[in-house]
């Protein structure tokens, strides 16, 4: 007999117990942040910048002019020449990577004892700031799983790839940073199994409340895993008319699966559940993105790399001659747990930090956040939709007097007001040392915020529906994995 299918209102109900447990049965949060220091400390990690020359299997290839593997696959560093009229600056060009391949972002999810886990893994990466974060299950391009590099098959690969042996959860196309990445994709999956799982060295199972709470820390969760975890229904659209038992909304009163849920985590909660009187609807937003995209010119030209204006190469990068920006670098790299040990790559290095942001409100009783549609070179379909702030270079905005809407309620946050602040580490695949800000405000509701023409108020529940299509960038889908549904212990 086949088994019964749960429905999504189920699913999302098992994923809001596991969001709101610390308590594990396998262990604490603090037995966790001791493996993830034993794991770096008994592994033989290096990494160290080398000049291009020393690039092993990578080279500047002519007609066009860019810096490519020599299998043709992984990704490349070419040019890229923007025109617009959108926003402060009209033309420019840079270098940007481009990477035509989707690769696998996985988690595994197994239920023990009624509550669900997740398989999560300490994994290395070049350009993390402290080298090994929490990741994914499975994290591996295209030219990885089909072993390009001649390496080791990534582990659990199958439970992705073959739907026999699990149920898909979360399956999305989702986006990189558009300013960073041509029209780079990934596949987010969250795949579930029932039978036994071996437990591989590197790997740990922990609850949703665990993850959400590490998140907390700086520099502990990568980017790859945040990114999954924000495409995870914590509600379903069903709870609007009928909310599952363990869920009891009375008034501003909230308790769910035994527990009371107050203050700010309530209200996202409810946020997350309730198309109850948003100050926009559905219709009304699509309505704005369309208009936006139709009065928008962008212009994209991917353009040899020794032809990109405003930039320079010496033996050791790939530098703009303001020295801002960012630059292209090489490095070798040692990891003893990667399914090659040894490789070299360029990366793209970032100076100092940047400010991620969501401003909130509460309008009509009902939290809101404010969105911004954001025009990147890479996007692929023009507008995403992102977080109120996300500036790669604060400092340089300021002293050239670009400085975007909003950006000082997020270097200066009002006593009080922050409902989430962490440093978080962007993709340490391609990006070395690159760290974001990533900070919550709330605004009090009875002061008027006025925005510009490309920010638009959104319930989460729309954002979330709205992220399933890909609508949401991945600045905007890493501070929503940063929700975190039970109060921070004072």
């Excluded at 009509?364 to 939709?385: I, K, T």
């Excluded at 009875?446 to 949401?472: K, N």
Aim: charged letters at 20%; proline letters at 6%.
């Amino acid at each position: 007999m086949k088994a019964r299918s749960h429905s999504p209102s189920e699913t999302a109900a098992s994923f809001l117990a596991s969001a709101l447990t610390i308590e594990s049965r396998f262990q604490t949060l603090g037995d966790v942040r001791s493996w993830l220091t034993e794991c770096s400390e008994h592994q033989q990690f290096s990494v160290r910048r080398i000049p291009f020359a020393e690039l092993d299997q990578w080279h500047f290839a002519d007609h066009p002019n860019r810096l490519v593997h020599d299998s043709g696959r992984f990704f490349s560093i070419e040019g890229l020449r923007v025109q617009t009229r959108h926003g402060p600056v009209k033309e420019w060009q840079q270098p940007i990577i481009h990477q035509p391949e989707i690769g696998i972002l996985g988690i595994l999810t197994k239920v023990f004892d009624g509550l669900r886990y997740f398989l999560m893994q300490a994994k290395m990466e070049p350009g993390n700031i402290n080298l090994l974060q929490l990741s994914p299950t499975v994290q591996a391009t295209w030219s990885n799983y089909t072993r390009v590099h001649a390496g080791k098959r990534p582990l659990y690969l199958d439970y992705f790839l073959d739907p026999r042996r699990s149920r898909r959860l979360v399956d999305q196309l989702q986006s990189e940073q558009g300013s960073r990445f041509f029209r780079k994709r990934n596949r987010n999956m969250i795949v579930e199994v029932k039978g036994e799982v071996p437990l591989a060295d590197g790997f740990v199972w922990l609850t949703l409340g665990q993850i959400k709470r590490l998140l907390a820390f700086d520099n502990l969760v990568n980017m790859d895993a945040r990114t999954v975890l924000a495409c995870i229904p914590l509600a379903s659209p069903e709870w609007r008319f009928i909310p599952p038992p363990q869920l009891v909304i009375g008034g501003d009163q909230v308790e769910a699966f035994g527990r009371p849920v107050g203050g700010f985590q309530r209200d996202l909660l409810l946020s997350a559940i309730s198309g109850v009187s948003p100050w926009r609807s559905s219709d009304e937003i699509l309505s704005w993105l369309t208009e936006l995209k139709t009065g928008c010119e962008l212009s994209v030209e991917r353009i040899p790399l020794d032809q990109v204006t405003g930039w320079e190469r010496d033996e050791e990068q790939i530098r703009h001659r303001s020295g801002q920006h960012f630059a292209v670098i090489a490095v070798d790299v040692e990891a003893g747990n990667r399914e090659v040990v040894h490789w070299t790559q360029p990366l793209l290095e970032h100076f100092g930090y940047g400010c991620v942001g969501f401003l909130t409100q509460k309008l009509g009783g009902q939290l809101h956040f404010l969105v911004r549609a954001s025009l990147e070179p890479g996007n692929r379909d023009l507008f995403e939709l992102g977080p109120t702030v996300a500036c790669a270079n604060p400092e340089q905005r300021i002293k050239t007097r670009t400085v975007p809407a909003f950006l000082d309620l997020f270097l200066d946050p009002p006593a009080g007001c922050v409902r989430y602040q962490a440093v978080q580490s962007e993709e340490g695949g391609r990006f070395y040392h690159f760290q974001n800000r990533y900070t919550i405000v709330e605004w009090p509701s009875e002061t008027h915020v006025e925005i510009p023409p490309d920010f638009m108020w959104m319930t989460l529940s729309q954002i979330l529906e709205l992220a399933r299509y890909g609508a949401f960038n991945i600045e905007a889908r890493n501070l929503l994995s940063c929700l975190d549904l039970q109060a921070n212990p004072d």
